[in-house]
Structures are given as structure tokens and as C-alpha cells.
């Protein structure tokens, strides 16, 4: 589904990225790891199309997307939220899903500003999808909040309902469960099984390595930028590379425990 | 030999449809320079407030107002020139440490478009205070060295030309040295390098800032007094100063001290030559085009950084 | 009170009595006039607002379309020999081309670049106009001619108060009405966070773009509105200082919310007025005013308001 070829992405003379490749299948979890200042969100940043890579070439189904901006990737299928959530503060919960839907709508800007009765219409619809979305994260009852007045962890998962108004075949998740507690990182777990369940392709960057050993199908590590290895949670979790070059002793440990 | 330095003009040197010649060049060169001089002066006031505190100080060309306009009178009050001009300076200073305190920092966390909008504020403010303290008419300083033109290669230069242009260079090695070579100065560099960072080791950054507004006032009503004597003051020549010097600082690259006195001397020339060579009634609609054509080709000036936005 | 602040109809029909109201209040024409300046600000303003407000995009030049409309209004009669309702519209049109022209790429740019650019952009109209004196009449402006609709001459004050008001609620209206459409979803989703909404597939050159033309089109319907209503147009109406003040009305009324544009206008028409025994100290206390409420009131009038109301209950 999403095919990353040998990208990289340099910031003057530093590599942020550097020739990276990976492909993540549908209805499948793909988890990038590594430590803090692997590039995990710069990678993140190069494939959704917010930075422009260097080298290399992102495909979406065989089509070259590499240099697309990212609205067009998001008309194209793909989604992704942000580590550092960027959510629509001053607008509704509801409000913030039902922007997701912004490219399923029929937008005519003269039909807006005369609010011509198809618009109503569509509003109704459109709210109708984004509550169907807000029930499945566990957000309903909060519809009619503002953004701004979320929880943290409330806050993350009204990303991915926003994600998943949008209608994605491959989805990029950073970080979902950071800052999150046990409870909230338990729902969120089986939310995103739930979502690769459907058929889309989860691009994952997440720091919980149990959840992380738990639900993906694949692991790939990187490390300052740079591929370390990829492979299922237990091949990673034996690979002496992963635990002597990069995870350092702690590190290993918490892996072999997870 | 005139008739013949013609001629070679009008084949060699034909720009704009004009019969150009070189001492005409040099006339054109030298105001200039002398004009550039002054928007260096406002860039680089820019500059260091921007460095400091992140703020866009659009009440910049107030403080050249209020250089040249209270050295008018007080020296019209019967203050000697030099010590009318110190005054100048004081008030300047004290009114941009008063803007710091009472505009700025109570203002701490607002976005850029809204302290933007406080500066213009500022700038409607001290240009409507002038306007009641002084009066609405023009006001011209006796030059500092005589009237008499001096020649050179040809073209003929105000001996002010000079003061301004010395004045200019004083300034700017002032700084430089200051910047450089002073504890202080070096807080301010850190503190423009790293806010939070220069306060961990114990800068205090709300007296740098206020240092920058003061200091910044100072070097435009030095650029105020210094120009009074070529092109006349009035309560309003502020808005339009602080304009241009705001397009020189973006020539420059923003925050680039260097950067700001480069884009100065050339908005100056540009605007001169312009005017000389194409148009002198759009005179002051070259520095704006050129704010337009540099933030559309490289939106970071000549000397400036790229950066990259975080998400 | 707070839910009636975002309802639409309310609003509207609350500004409706207001204006039906106010007119026997008023002792004399003199404040119908000052009235209808209000709505024509107002108006700008309120197009300001869908940029700023709404889209969260800066323009320290707005007055130029203000101006474009204004100079539309006296040269279309004045020298093409065209109707001035209809060169109202041409102005409207032209503004809005010139939005949509100079915006694509000024737009590109963030923060106080493109309040910069959008500033040499708004000064160098205004040098236009000033300079092409053969057309504008220069620094001195130029006489407009009077509105006539249908053969029915447009002169008197009441006449422009009930004019100016009709176009005030029609304009508040489509403002009110892009909220929680697509477009006005869009438009706050840029506000809030420009790479989110990338990234659900919002073409934000575009959504800004049309911002841009809206608040441009505003602005000049309401430029060509003040010019037929005074007679009379000069080049500050497109200068650096209008463009001040109407961002000021936008941020003093309060960002985003259209009563705000209203009440903010109404500040900065009514108080130079009422201080004209001051005029000296016009330019003082307009500083004043700008630099007091961006200090103490961020959120802007409105927004204020309706915070401590929800606060007291």
C-alpha cells in the first residue's frame, strides 16, 4: 500500500533522515521505534508531505507521491496526527471530525455564504458520520466540548477520529498513546487494532515498547536517522543489533520484559 | 570635451532613455548612500529589538522624528546644536525604554500580529503627541559644516552627506564593539540566540530587552538629527521611515545586523537611482516593491536564515 | 446571552431592531450621518474579520481595496460616464481580481511577513492613486457624483442610513453564515492549526486566497458605499493609516466574532467624533486607544463580554 523508497531529508549539513525504506501493507500495524533524535517524526513529517524529502520516493499504491503536498496525500488516502497535537482549539469536538470530512463534502463557497439548504443538509450528514466516529474512540459524550477543554488523552484520540473522517488507506500515527495513562493506553491499543482491522495500512511511532511488542505486525528501527533493522516484534525483540548498538542496556531490558 | 563626454554617454551609457553621465551617476550615488544611510540606521534599530525581543517595532521611525524634531526646538529655544541633539537623544531613549515598559512587556505572550499592532499603536501615538507638543509644520536644522558643495570626480556633495554617512559608520562600529566586546552586549547576543536559555544563566532578559528599546531609540534619533539638515522633519516623517527601514531590514535578512545596514545603503541607492533613472514621482514606491519582490523570490532577505517550521 | 451571541437569526434580528431604533434617538441628522459611517465601516470590517478573524490571516493593507472601491465609485461616473451602482460593481470586481492576483503569492507568506507584505502592497496603491492625478484628482481627491437608483436620487441622510444599514445586515448576514458550513470549518481549522489542516486534505493556498477576495470585496463594496455618501473621496481613504484602523476595529470588537466588527467600528467612528472639539488629539487618542486595548483586552470587546457573562452565571 505505502511504499518508502531510500528517503532521506537533510537540514543544512545535517542527514535528518538518511536513506531510509520501508513498506507498510493493509490491515497491518508497522511500528517505527528508535530513541529520541531517530527522526521518527521527521520521517513522519517527509511521507505526509509537511517537509519536502531530499532523495528518495514515497508510492502510494505504485504511484509516485513523493513531492506532493499534503492535501493532495490526503485526497490520495492518506492520514496522519501529530506528536505534538494539533487540534482545531476553538471549535467543537464534533467540529473538529466533521473538518476531516472536508474532502467527502460538496464545497461551494457561494452555496456557504448564501447557506443555501443543501448546505444544512450536508451539515446533518456530515455531523452524522463524525459522531459515528467519536463513539468508536470513546469521545461521544464529549460532542458538543470545545477542543480546547480536552483532556490530554481525549485530546489524542480526537486526532484520530479527525484521521479517520478523512477516510484513509494508510494512516500515520504519532505517538497516540504518549502522555497517556495505563487505562487510556489500554483503549487506545485496541482502537488501533480496531483500525488496522478495517484494512488500513497503520504507520505507527510510539515510545510504550509493550504496547508496541503487543500490536504491531512489524517493527523498524531506526536509529540518528539511519536504518538499524526491521522485522516482527520478535525478531526485533532478539535482534543483538537492536539491544547492543541502539537500545543500550536498559533499553534491551525493556524490550526482553515487554 | 563637455559636448564630447555627451556624446560618449548617449552611445555608451543610455539608460532609461536618458542621456546618463557619469558625474550625474555620481550625484545619484552619493544621495544615495547618504539616504541608505538612514534607512541602515532605522534597519539596524529594527534589528536589535528584533533580536532581543522578537518584537516589530513599527514606531522605529517615531524615534527618528523625535531626534530631529526635538533638536529643532531645542535648539531653536537657543540650546546649542550639540547639546540640543543630546537631548534629543535622552528623550528618545527615555520614550522607547517608557514604550518598552508601559507597551511591550505588559503585553508579554500576545501573538506577533497583535504586538505588531500595539507598536503602530505606539507609532499613532507619539506622532499625535508631536503633533500637539511641537506643531504640523516642516522644520529644517542649519547643516552641521556650511552649505558649501564639494566636488567630487564631478558630482557635488553636502558636506552633511558626510556627517551623515560618518555619523552612520560611528554608529555601527559603536555596536559592533558593544555587541561584541561588552558583557552586556554579549547578553544581548544570547539573549537574541536563546530567550529561555540566556534566562537559565542568569540573564535578565526584560532589562535586555528594555536595553535594546533604549538603545535602539538612540540610534534612530541619531539618524534623526543627522538627516534633519538634507531633508527637513515634521511630526509625520516617522510612518514612512519606519517603513523603509522596516523594507531595508527585510532586504537585509531580519535579525541580521548586517544585514540591516547593507539592505539600508541599498534601498537608498536603489530609491535614488530609481528616481533619477525612471521615475521620481513612484520614488517612494520603490522600497515597497522591492519589500514584495524579495519576500516573494526569498522570503528570508539576502543575508538571512532559512528555518523550518516544527510540528 | 452567550447562546444568543451564536445564534445567527438573533443576531441579525438584534441588529435589525437596533438599527429600526436608533434614528429616534437621534436628535439630528448630523448622527444618522455619523451612524451610517458607522455601518460602513462596519461593513469593511466585517470582511476584514473573515480574514482575520476567521482565517486567521493578517492584512496591513486592506484600506487599498477600501480605496479601489472608493476611487471605482468617483471615476466610473465621473470619467467613463458609467452608473454608480454599477461601478460599485466594477470596483467589487476589480478588488476582488487584485485580491486574487497579488494574494497567491503574498499569502504564502506567515506572521509579520505577510503583515509587511500585505503593508507595501496597501501603501503602494495608495501611491497610485495619489500619483495618477490625471484620473484621482491627486493628493486633493475628487467630488462623486451622487447615487441614483432607478431615476431616484439618493441624497438624503435618512436615505443613506436605511442604504448603508440594508447593506450592513445583508453583509453581516453572509458573514454569519459561513459558520459551520465547509468553508467556515475550514477557515478556523487554518486559524487553529495551518498543518492539521493540510493534512485532512484542506487546500489551505486556496481557502486563504478566498478569504483574501472576500475581505477584498468587502472592503471596496464599502469604500464605493463611504464615497458616494460623502461626495467626496481622497486618497487617505486607501493609505496606511485607514488600514490601521480597520484592523483595529476587527481586534478591538474582537477577533472572529461579527457583533465585535460592529461594536469595534462603532468605537473608532464614534470617538474621533465625539472628540472633535480635540481634533488636535485625534491621532493621540486613537494611539491610546490601539495600544490599551491590544494590552488589556486581547480577546477583544465581544468576546469579553460574553466571557464574564458565562463567567457570572
Same mark, same amino acid.
Given at each position: 500500500?505505502?511504499a518508502?523508497?531510500?528517503i ?130 470513546g ?57 488496522a ?62 | ?68 524634531m526635538?533638536?529643532?526646538f ?30 511591550? *512587556?505588559? !503585553?508579554? #505572550?500576545? @501573538? /506577533?500580529?497583535?504586538?505588531? =499592532?500595539?507598536? +503602530?499603536?505606539a ?40 556627517w ?45 530587552? *528594555?536595553? !535594546?528599546? #533604549?538603545? @535602539? /531609540?538612540?540610534?534612530?534619533? =541619531?539618524?534623526? +538629527? ?16 519606519a ?22 545603503l ?26 514584495l ?19 | ?44 470590517a ?18 487599498a ?20 451602482w ?56 475628487m ?87 460623502n ?8 493609505g496606511?493609516?485607514?488600514s ?28 474621533p ?41
Amino acid at each position: 500500500m505505502l511504499a518508502v523508497r531510500n528517503i532521506g531529508i537533510s537540514f543544512g549539513a545535517l542527514k535528518a533522515i538518511d536513506d531510509v525504506s520501508f513498506s507498510a501493507n493493509a490491515g497491518q500495524i508497522l511500528t517505527v521505534i528508535g530513541p529520541n533524535g531517530a527522526g521518527k517524526t521527521t520521517l513522519f513529517n517527509v511521507i505526509s508531505g509537511v517537509y519536502v524529502a531530499s532523495h528518495g520516493r514515497v508510492e502510494l499504491d505504485g504511484e509516485d507521491v513523493t513531492s506532493l503536498a499534503p492535501d493532495a496525500l490526503a485526497a490520495r488516502g492518506m492520514s496522519r496526527t501529530f506528536q505534538n497535537l494539533q487540534i482545531f482549539q476553538r471549535m467543537t469536538v464534533a467540529q473538529n471530525v466533521m473538518v476531516g470530512r472536508h474532502l467527502k463534502e460538496r464545497r461551494n463557497l457561494f452555496a456557504d455564504l448564501l447557506r443555501l439548504p443543501s448546505v444544512g443538509r450536508q451539515n446533518r450528514e456530515t455531523r452524522e458520520v463524525a459522531l459515528q466516529l467519536l463513539e468508536e474512540v470513546g469521545l461521544a459524550d464529549k460532542a458538543d466540548v470545545l477542543a480546547g477543554d480536552l483532556s490530554y488523552g481525549g485530546c489524542k484520540r480526537l486526532e484520530i477520529a479527525r484521521a479517520l473522517a478523512t477516510g484513509p488507506r494508510v494512516l500515520l500515527l504519532d505517538e497516540p498513546a504518549a502522555g497517556c495513562n495505563a487505562v487510556e493506553t489500554e483503549e487506545i491499543d485496541r482502537l488501533i487494532c480496531r483500525v488496522a482491522e478495517k484494512g488500513i495500512a497503520v504507520v505507527l511511532v510510539e515510545h510504550d515498547m509493550k504496547l508496541v511488542m503487543k500490536i504491531s505486525h512489524r517493527i523498524l528501527v531506526l536509529d540518528r536517522g539511519k536504518f538499524l533493522a526491521e522485522g516482527t516484534p520478535d525478531q526485533v525483540r532478539e535482534n543483538p543489533v537492536v539491544h547492543q548498538a541502539y537500545l543500550g542496556n536498559r533499553g534491551a531490558k525493556e524490550v526482553q520484559g515487554a | 570635451m563637455r559636448h564630447w563626454r555627451r556624446e560618449f554617454s548617449r552611445r555608451h551609457i543610455d539608460i532609461g532613455g536618458r542621456y546618463a553621465s557619469m558625474s550625474e551617476f555620481l550625484q545619484f550615488f552619493f544621495s544615495g548612500l547618504t539616504v541608505g544611510a538612514v534607512y541602515a540606521l532605522v534597519a539596524l534599530g529594527f534589528t536589535l529589538i528584533y533580536n532581543a525581543s522578537d518584537v516589530v517595532n513599527f514606531a522605529q521611525g517615531e524615534f527618528v522624528m523625535l531626534g530631529g524634531m526635538v533638536t529643532v526646538f531645542a535648539s531653536a529655544a537657543g540650546v546649542p546644536l550639540p547639546l540640543a541633539a543630546l537631548i534629543a537623544i535622552c528623550v528618545a531613549v527615555a520614550v522607547g525604554l517608557l514604550l518598552y515598559w508601559l507597551a511591550i *512587556a505588559p !503585553a508579554r #505572550g500576545a @501573538s /506577533a500580529v497583535s504586538i505588531i =499592532i500595539i507598536t +503602530i499603536g505606539a507609532s499613532i501615538f507619539l506622532k499625535g503627541g508631536a503633533q500637539v507638543a511641537f506643531d504640523k509644520q516642516f522644520h529644517k536644522l542649519p547643516s552641521f559644516s556650511g552649505d558649501a558643495p564639494i566636488d567630487v570626480l564631478g558630482a557635488s556633495i553636502l558636506p552633511q552627506s558626510f556627517w551623515v554617512l560618518g555619523g552612520t559608520l560611528a554608529a555601527v562600529l559603536i555596536l559592533y564593539v558593544f555587541l561584541e566586546k561588552t558583557l552586556v552586549g554579549k547578553a544581548v547576543l544570547a539573549t537574541s540566540a536563546n530567550r529561555l536559555a540566556a534566562r537559565l544563566v542568569g540573564i535578565n532578559t526584560a532589562t535586555i530587552m *528594555a536595553l !535594546a528599546f #533604549g538603545g @535602539s /531609540a538612540a540610534i534612530g534619533a =541619531i539618524a534623526g +538629527i543627522l538627516v534633519t539638515p538634507i531633508t527637513l522633519t515634521s511630526y509625520d516623517v516617522g510612518t514612512m521611515m519606519a517603513l523603509k527601514g522596516f523594507a531595508a531590514a527585510m532586504l537585509g535578512g531580519m535579525g541580521n545586523p548586517l544585514g540591516a545596514v547593507v539592505g539600508g545603503l541599498l534601498l537608498g541607492l536603489l530609491e535614488t537611482l530609481g528616481a533619477g533613472y525612471v521615475s521620481s514621482t513612484y520614488k517612494d514606491g520603490f522600497a515597497f516593491v522591492m519589500i514584495l519582490v524579495i519576500l516573494f523570490a526569498m522570503p528570508q532577505g539576502l543575508l538571512g536564515r532559512r528555518t523550518v517550521d516544527r510540528v | 446571552m452567550t447562546t444568543l451571541l451564536n445564534n445567527r437569526y438573533a443576531i441579525l434580528a438584534a441588529l435589525a431592531v437596533v438599527i429600526a431604533v436608533l434614528p429616534f434617538t437621534f436628535p439630528s441628522n448630523y448622527y444618522l450621518r455619523v451612524a451610517s459611517l458607522v455601518w460602513v465601516s462596519a461593513f469593511a470590517a466585517i470582511g476584514l474579520n473573515v480574514l482575520m478573524g476567521k482565517a486567521g490571516q493578517v492584512s496591513l493593507g486592506h484600506a487599498a481595496f477600501f480605496g479601489i472601491g472608493a476611487y471605482s465609485a468617483a471615476i466610473g461616473p465621473a470619467h467613463l460616464g458609467l452608473p454608480s451602482w454599477a461601478s460599485l460593481a466594477i470596483g467589487a470586481c476589480i478588488s476582488g481580481l487584485l485580491a486574487y492576483f497579488v494574494g497567491r503569492p503574498i499569502l504564502r507568506l506567515k506572521g509579520h511577513y505577510l503583515a509587511i507584505a500585505t503593508l507595501g502592497f496597501g501603501v503602494l496603491i495608495a501611491l497610485v492613486i495619489t500619483t495618477e492625478s490625471r484620473w484621482t484628482g491627486g493628493p486633493d481627491g475628487m467630488p462623486v457624483a451622487k447615487l441614483t437608483v432607478f431615476g431616484w436620487r439618493i441624497g438624503t441622510a435618512y436615505a443613506w442610513y436605511w442604504l448603508s444599514a440594508a447593506f450592513l445586515l445583508v453583509g453581516a448576514w453572509i458573514a454569519l453564515n459561513l459558520d459551520d458550513t465547509p468553508t467556515g470549518r475550514a477557515f478556523l481549522a487554518l486559524h487553529d492549526s495551518e498543518v492539521a489542516a493540510r493534512v485532512v486534505g484542506i487546500d489551505v493556498a486556496a481557502l486563504k486566497l478566498r478569504a483574501f477576495v472576500i475581505a477584498a470585496v468587502y472592503a471596496s463594496i464599502a469604500g464605493s458605499l463611504l464615497a458616494m455618501m460623502n461626495g467626496f473621496v481622497n486618497p487617505d481613504l486607501a493609505g496606511f493609516q485607514h488600514s490601521v484602523e480597520l484592523v483595529t476595529m476587527v481586534v478591538l470588537g474582537g477577533l472572529g466574532s461579527i457583533v465585535g466588527s460592529i461594536v469595534g467600528a462603532a468605537v473608532l467612528v464614534v470617538l474621533p467624533q465625539a472628540l472633535t472639539v480635540f481634533q488636535e488629539y485625534e491621532n493621540l487618542m486613537l494611539g491610546f486607544i490601539i495600544i490599551v486595548s491590544m494590552v488589556f483586552m486581547r480577546d477583544g470587546i465581544v468576546p469579553m463580554i460574553s466571557k464574564l457573562i458565562a463567567r457570572a452565571r
